[in-house]
């Protein structure tokens, strides 16, 4: 799980992880383009309820 601040900012944060030359590397890694390891992606945005502690 990970947090942002906002959108804007996980679309930021997303852009750069994608873009980044390492990641590019290891995503091209025969081991680890396996669809068993990650075939589906989902993601939610949680937002805290008035009530909430966060």
């Known amino acids: 799980m990970v947090t942002f601040d906002d959108l804007a ?3 930021a944060h997303w852009k750069a992880f994608g873009g980044d030359p390492q990641w590019k590397k290891i995503s091209s890694v025969p081991e680890y383009a396996d669809a068993l390891l990650v075939n589906k992606i989902t993601s939610t945005m949680l ?3 008035a009530y909430s502690q966060i």
Request: charged share 35%; glycine share 0%; net charge neutral.
């Open 9 to 11: 900012a996980k679309d």
């Open 47 to 49: 937002v805290p309820t």
